[in-house]
């Protein structure tokens, strides 16, 4: 009868060590997943960043896997061809918004807005902005906050960009320019989406480049590329990121911002995207709704400038597009 109570009472004990075990874990899996947030969504203007060493010892590799690496801001790399105007916007928290106003010397069929990807800036684009110019078009180039010349050190991932968008689209009104097209690359495709949902901006339509399907699947992505298990890390590093930046990460989806666009849209997808898999461009695709709407898949297109990629095909398909 001794050894039988013994054998109960250890139990007990039993499962409340593995209770506290997994306690323990849970716990440290937050704090790590709120690093991440912090540090997925904060620039540092440290040169040094740009060319990270690996770690010395397996101690110090831990140590940046748990809590992630930091972020260089992105810097100007490339300037316009010729003559170019630098526009200042300032956002309500009195950031200052770098763009580049870079018209034709002919007269313009219209103007188009280019907006880059995450970690990117305004010169990157600068290939894209030279085509549409060649096609007849004013482009003006704009750095998201955090990013480029412009001010700040944070980034909402697309929620609070849209800001950006508003302010460029209405210089550009206010210019007189009436006939305004959207180009966005990966993070610059969402935030235009979004920017449309929310501000109704009346674009004469729209050219989106790799957007990706959600910031959950943007994180799994991220957790693909450092070698971690998808879940719980996206779905607790989601929730760290809105918790942090002030907005419900779950709600930001860019299908819900497509359900708005309205206007003639040119979709463009690669097939071997690791980073926007072509099932979740697909689903984008399918929630715009606009009638006028076409999706183009490069086969061999990866995450990259398809312009760079196959100039040929680009060209013709974004001519097509804006002739329309």
């Known amino acids: 009868m001794g050894k039988l109570k013994t054998g109960k009472r250890k139990l007990p004990s039993v499962l409340r060590w593995v209770l506290w075990v997994l306690l323990v874990q849970f716990i440290l899996v937050n704090i790590s997943a709120a690093i991440y947030a912090y540090k997925l969504t904060h620039f540092y203007n440290d040169p040094s960043l740009r060319n990270p060493h690996p770690p010395k010892n397996i101690f110090s590799k831990t140590w940046k896997l748990f809590t992630g690496p930091k972020q ?3 810097i100007i790399t490339e ?12 956002t309500r928290d009195d950031l200052k918004i770098e763009a580049w106003y870079w018209p034709v010397d002919s007269l313009a069929k219209g103007t188009v807005l280019l907006f880059h990807g995450i970690m990117g800036s305004k010169s990157i684009l600068i290939d894209e902005a030279g085509a549409f110019r060649s096609l007849g078009y004013h482009v003006m180039l704009v750095d998201f906050r955090g990013h480029g010349n412009s001010e700040g050190n944070t980034t909402t991932i697309g929620v609070k960009e849209t800001e950006e968008v508003k302010l460029a689209f209405d210089y550009l009104s ?5 006939k305004i097209y959207l180009y966005g690359s990966s993070l610059g495709a969402v935030v235009i989406t979004k920017a449309i949902s929310d501000y109704q901006l009346a674009t004469a339509g729209v050219i989106l480049e790799m957007p990706f399907l959600s910031l959950q699947t ?12 998808q879940q719980p890390f996206a779905f607790l590093t989601t929730f760290w990121i809105g918790a942090e930046r002030g907005f419900n990460g779950y709600n930001h989806q860019t299908t819900r911002y497509a359900g708005k666009l309205n206007c003639p849209v040119l979709m463009q997808c690669g097939a071997k995207d690791a980073f926007v898999m ?11 709704a606009s009638p006028h709407k ?3 898949t490069y086969p061999e297109g990866q995450h990259e400038s398809f312009l760079r990629h196959d100039p040929l095909k680009w060209r013709i398909e974004v001519e097509r597009f804006l002739q329309q």
């Not at 206010?174 to 009436?178: A, C, V």
């Not at 943007?218 to 298990?229: D, I, N, S, W």
């Not at 072509?278 to 715009?288: G, L, P, Q, R, T």
């Open 72 to 74: 260089p801001k992105s």
């Open 79 to 90: 300037y316009p061809g010729s003559a170019y105007q630098t526009v200042i916007l300032k």
């Open 174 to 178: 206010q210019k007189g320019e009436k």
């Open 218 to 229: 943007y994180l799994k992505a991220k957790a693909r590329l450092l070698g971690f298990p």
């Open 278 to 288: 072509k099932e979740d461009a697909d689903k984008i695709f399918a929630a715009i």
């Open 294 to 296: 076409k999706l183009i």
